[in-house]
């Protein structure tokens, strides 16, 4: 890691460290996004394309999502929004964090993605069962364990029948020290969305690219 990545990687950590202090899971991605002041290199998980696992999957899948409604959950600066419009998805994506959002519009001027400020704890009704695909990544891992159960339920709400989610996130053993934040899952983590009825279609333990390698989980849920 470059040392202007691991800077904005321990950035990022205080930010959040004092935001969950005062018992705010959530305030500290809009501090991040305001002090980065459009340096994309302050934000430690822009990378101005799509994540390697997502394009891997699109790759194979991509043309199942041709005219699909998918929504993204925390888009960030909107990488993984962009590669699921060139895709053909007709794309919704969100984030907390207003700065991000705005971001997102000066980035991709020409864009076809709908952008928006929400918050996944409370999502608006109207995304209940809307969406074909549903597209979650890293979003679950930034998040305090006891958040965990409560967002994966609204991200499953999301899907409508017949529809899918991916999810992609670091991974551990459950006897491996919990890390830093963002923090690696264990598998029951990442199979919760069973618990609101979806099917489990593939759970992947994959190694990503880099110096070491870093174990990430890819999954499919389906609501049949």
């Not at 971001?103 to 001027?109: M, T």
């Not at 009704?125 to 409560?150: C, G, K, M, N």
């Not at 609204?154 to 992609?168: H, Y």
């Not at 491996?176 to 963002?182: I, Q």
Request: proline share 7%; glycine share 8%.
């Amino acid at each position: 890691m470059d040392e202007q990545r691991y800077a904005a990687r321990e950035r990022a950590r205080a930010l959040a460290k004092e935001s969950l202090s005062h018992g705010d899971a959530l305030g500290w991605f809009e501090k991040l996004y305001r002090e980065a002041d459009g340096a994309s290199s302050r934000v430690p998980w822009a990378d101005r394309e799509g994540h390697p696992l997502l394009r891997e999957w699109l790759a194979e899948y991509g043309a199942s999502l041709r005219g699909a409604r998918a929504l993204v959950v925390g888009c960030g600066l909107g990488e993984d929004a962009e590669e699921l419009a060139r895709a053909g998805a007709q794309v919704s994506a969100f984030d907390v964090a207003p700065t991000a959002v705005a971001w997102c519009a000066q980035l991709w001027p020409n864009s076809s993605v709908e952008y928006s400020t929400a918050n996944l704890l409370a999502p608006p009704p109207s995304w209940r069962a809307a969406f074909d695909f549903v597209l979650e990544i890293y979003t679950l891992q930034a998040l305090p364990a006891h958040l965990r159960e409560q967002a994966a339920r609204n991200m499953a709400q999301c899907v409508g029948p017949g529809g899918r989610l991916l999810a992609i996130s670091r991974a551990r053993e459950p006897d491996e020290p919990l890390g830093e934040l963002p923090w690696p899952l264990v598998r029951s983590e990442v199979e919760r969305f069973v618990q609101f009825g979806l099917c489990e279609q593939e759970l992947e333990d994959l190694a990503s690219a880099g110096d070491p390698p870093t174990r990430h989980w890819r999954a499919l849920f389906q609501r049949v």
